[in-house]
T-cell receptor, first 113, second 109 residues
Framework: DSGVTQTPKHLITATGQRVTLRCSPR?????VYWYQQSLDQGLQFLIH???????AKGNILERFSAQQFPDLHSELNLSSLELGDSALYFC????????????FGSGTRLTVV | EDQVTQSPEALRLQEGESSSLNCSYT??????LFWYRQDPGKGPEFLFT???AGEEKEKERLKATLTKKESFLHITAPKPEDSATYLC??????????FGAGTTVTVRA
């Protein structure tokens, strides 16, 4: 157990639907990062939150949004889902600076049918 | 934009057959180079951080080295349990890590 908790582990939904992925960071970590991993794209950075504030955005679609709550857990909202959104979604956390690497959760596997 | 290229894409080794994985990078102002191990269906697991050219880090059968343009992950006398995908990532000015596509290592007994 890495200390980063992601729920649900698996999610199957239909095109056009909306889903919410949840992440609880490791105790004491203030930063949360979201990544998407698909077979043909590798790990792609989506967004970074630090202590409730958005710090950096990557290649995140407008249909996707995220937030970090006062208790530091984070949610990634995916809407108007398309088949191409099927992927593994990882959350990672780190202390103030990730000098010793992020700690990744075990991921949420999203399948859009 | 930061670029990370890993080679080879896949590596098949016999148990005990040492080899090296390559990670070449282009980044403005490298803050750190990271190596992760990822098993199928699981999240990446942190292995090493390297900060400056000439630095080396070791962990069991793994040794990571860094030059100004690339990093190598050496696997010495690998065992089947070393089979995994090894990911390289760079960190520049902000805190995000940019990952390479990975090298999938298969070690046969």
């Amino acid at each position: 157990d890495s200390g980063v908790t992601q729920t649900p582990k698996h999610l199957i939904t239909a095109t056009g639907q909306r889903v919410t992925l949840r992440c609880s960071p490791r105790s004491g970590d203030l930063s949360v990062y979201w990544y998407q991993q698909s077979l043909d794209q590798g790990l792609q950075f989506l967004i970074h939150y630090y202590n409730g504030e958005e710090r950096a955005k990557g290649n995140i679609l407008e249909r996707f949004s995220a937030q970090q709550f006062p208790d530091l857990h984070s949610e990634l909202n995916l809407s108007s889902l398309e088949l191409g959104d099927s992927a593994l979604y990882f959350c990672a956390s780190s202390p103030v600076t990730p000098n010793y690497g992020y700690t990744f959760g075990s991921g949420t596997r999203l399948t859009v049918v | 934009e930061d670029q990370v290229t890993q080679s080879p894409e896949a590596l098949r080794l016999q148990e005990g057959e040492s080899s090296s994985l390559n990670c070449s990078y282009t980044v403005s102002g490298l803050r750190g180079l990271f190596w992760y191990r990822q098993d199928p269906g699981k999240g990446p697991e942190f292995l090493f951080t390297l900060y400056s050219a000439g630095e080396e880090k070791e962990k069991e059968r793994l040794k990571a080295t860094l030059t100004k343009k690339e990093s190598f992950l050496h696997i010495t006398a690998p065992k089947p349990e070393d089979s995994a995908t090894y990911l390289c990532a760079v960190q520049a000015g902000d805190y995000k890590l940019s990952f390479g596509a990975g090298t999938t290592v298969t070690v046969r007994a």
